[in-house]
């Protein structure tokens, strides 16, 4: 028999860094929230991303508006950060650490100079270091390379450990947090949401749904339709490393064409990652390994004598123009918070801070129109079924 209607104000679908996020921060705000993750807390892409905080590395320069959100975001992380360790007892890993851009080659070296130049007329720090100034900075990069480019404001943060650290923050903040609790449907009625059906049946009576669901957000069926966006999966690869004689081979994020190397600190490391539209595909496989192993040792030949401690692939939710949904779409009370593509970990401050401002009914002006999710509406509101 189904348990009797639950009820709160704001349902949050997803429990990755950015639903726990959102509910962190609207909780803060008073509001009674419940996450609904199908899984575990943090099992998602949140658990296989690398955490590299690259606004300025990751940067299409055609996208001034992604960008600005990029760069608003990488400015709130140390506080953020700080934040959430205060709230929970628990660092959540920030590291101020930098990253190095470099080119292998003479044709990577020319792109390297372009990007530079790019980079460099939007006013964002770069600075190109000859390969012996590259060295100085990381050793264990490898004689061969030909240029580098310092992007000092790029850092990194643990994913793993976000996610523990929102978790305990949120419920510190009077989120409730449901595992195993897969969504079936938004329910609506009218032009406004009511609830929401789990898929064991049971429901949850509210008033707003925020829907960050990651790849799964765009799932048919889970939205009224005429409410539903484009979402779709992009598989991406990555290996999970150990140094056994501890930390020291690289300071901080190294990156080269197609792959990178995000140091923890401690000795471990992250390799990645694919770019892959195969679905809803999670396997691994030895040419994912031996691609991106490839490219990051003719960079940092070290990487070779690492343990391979894990290799897993995720999937971020990738949107038709690359860039997130943040605020609220067509029906009244959904509200989403997904389509972060390559920079979840990084968009999280900003994009939790954005969401609870709408939830709170301020105005979703400034920063937020350039994401907003009608933006891709299939029909305006009045037309939902
Ligand atoms: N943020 C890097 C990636 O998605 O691989």
């Not at 990178?260 to 679905?279: F, I, W």
């Not at 031996?290 to 990487?303: F, K, N």
Request: hydrophobic content about 45%.
């Amino acid at each position: 028999m189904n348990s009797p209607h639950q009820h709160c104000e704001v349902a949050v679908i997803g429990g990755g860094a950015i639903g726990l996020a959102v509910a962190w921060r609207a909780a803060q705000r008073g509001m009674s929230v419940v996450v609904l993750e199908r899984d575990e807390v943090g099992m998602g892409a949140s658990h296989v991303a690398a955490g590299m905080l690259a606004a300025v590395g990751e940067a299409d320069p055609g996208e001034r508006g992604l960008l600005e959100l990029a760069l608003e975001s990488a400015a709130r992380w140390p506080s953020f950060a700080e934040e959430l360790a205060e709230a929970c007892g628990i660092d959540p890993g920030y590291r101020r650490c930098g990253t190095l851009r470099v080119a292998r080659d003479r044709d990577e070296a020319e792109a390297l100079e372009h990007e530079a130049d790019r980079r460099r007329e939007l006013g964002l720090a770069v600075r190109r270091l000859r390969p012996s100034e590259a060295r100085a900075r990381e050793p264990a990069l490898a004689p061969t390379i030909r240029q580098a480019l310092e992007l000092p404001d790029d850092h990194a943060v643990d994913p793993r450990l976000l996610c523990a650290t929102l978790a305990r923050a949120a419920d510190a903040a009077g989120a409730q947090l449901r595992e195993r609790a897969g969504v079936a449907r938004v329910l609506a009625r009218g032009e406004r949401v009511s609830g929401v059906e789990l898929a064991d049946g049971s429901l949850l009576d509210c008033e707003k749904v925020v829907v960050a669901a990651g790849c799964w957000s765009g799932v048919d069926g889970l939205v009224p339709v005429g409410a539903e966006l484009p979402v779709r999966p992009v598989k991406g690869q990555i290996l999970r490393l150990r140094d056994p004689l501890g930390p020291g081979l690289l300071r901080g994020v190294v990156r080269v064409d197609h792959a990178y190397l995000v140091a923890r600190g401690d000795g471990r490391y992250v390799l990645g990652a694919t770019v892959e539209d195969r679905g809803f595909d999670t396997t691994v496989t030895a040419g994912g390994a031996w691609e991106l192993i490839r490219d990051v040792a003719e960079a940092v030949p070290g990487v070779l004598e690492l343990e391979l401690e894990e290799m897993t692939a995720g999937l971020r939710p990738g949107t038709p123009d690359n860039a997130p949904f943040v605020g609220a779409g067509v029906l009244e009370g959904l509200v989403w918070a997904t389509g972060h593509y390559r920079n979840g970990i990084l968009l999280c401050p900003v994009t939790a801070e954005l969401v609870a401002a709408e939830l709170a009914g301020e105005a979703g002006a400034g920063i937020a129109a350039a994401f907003s999710p009608t933006r891709f509406a299939t029909v305006g509101a009045g037309a939902l079924t």
